[in-house]
């Protein structure tokens, strides 16, 4: 087993049988511990790293873990970013494996009123940042203004987004978008069907 899969089998035992990041039993800390000591080497995750030129960025399933969570290896195209979007309502925990990535955080949108949103913070995430983010914290894009692609490691907890779907904000006027689903580009380091991402 190389450190990677550890670290995927550690990620999982730290779950355990609880519902997430919300039950009392699993601490942020410990899973950003995890995610701190794992050293990148691409030779380990890139099997996972599926890219497409014309996407922002691709969703990688690795692993369900209890069924509670997803870990997800995220390729970010060089010049494009996620829109402004919340989280379903889960947490999220995410190591910078490759590259260098921008974190835009904006506040929710207050009331009907259209208005352009306001940034709240920004900050490089560079590599092997480990960052935190849940809905209670606000919204967010991703940016790669990098020349070469970037790849991110995501935990997911519990796995609304990919249930459910999640909220996307339009910057100019914080008009909400429901994405009815976020769908995976490929699924244990295996191509999804063109069909399936749609």
């Known amino acids: 087993m190389n450190p990677f899969e550890k670290l995927v089998v550690d990620i999982r035992k730290a779950l355990g049988p609880s519902s997430g990041l919300d039950s009392d039993d ?30 922002g960025y691709t969703r990688n399933l690795v692993d ?6 997803n870990l997800l290896i995220l390729v970010w195209t060089p010049g ?6 919340d989280h379903g309502n889960a947490h999220c925990v995410m190591r910078i494996l490759h590259g260098d990535l921008v974190e835009t955080r904006y506040d929710f949108p207050d009331g009907d009123e259209e208005k352009p949103m306001e940034i709240r913070s920004e900050q490089v995430l ?8 849940a809905d209670e914290l606000g919204l967010h894009r991703v940016s790669n203004g990098g020349s070469d692609y970037a790849v991110s490691l995501h935990l997911y907890t519990p796995p609304n987004v990919a249930r459910w779907g999640c909220n996307v904000f ?23 069907d063109e069909q399936n991402l749609k």
């Open 26 to 55: 699993v601490d942020v800390e410990d899973l950003t511990h995890l995610m701190e000591r794992y050293v990148s080497n691409p030779k380990e995750w890139s099997p996972y790293a599926l890219s497409n030129d014309n996407m």
């Open 64 to 69: 369900e873990g209890n069924g509670k969570a």
């Open 80 to 85: 494009k970013s996620s829109p402004i979007h």
């Open 126 to 133: 560079k590599e092997g940042t480990v960052a935190y983010m």
């Open 170 to 192: 339009n910057p100019s006027t914080g008009n909400k978008t429901h994405l009815s689903k976020c769908k995976n580009y490929s699924v244990y380091g295996q191509r999804v």
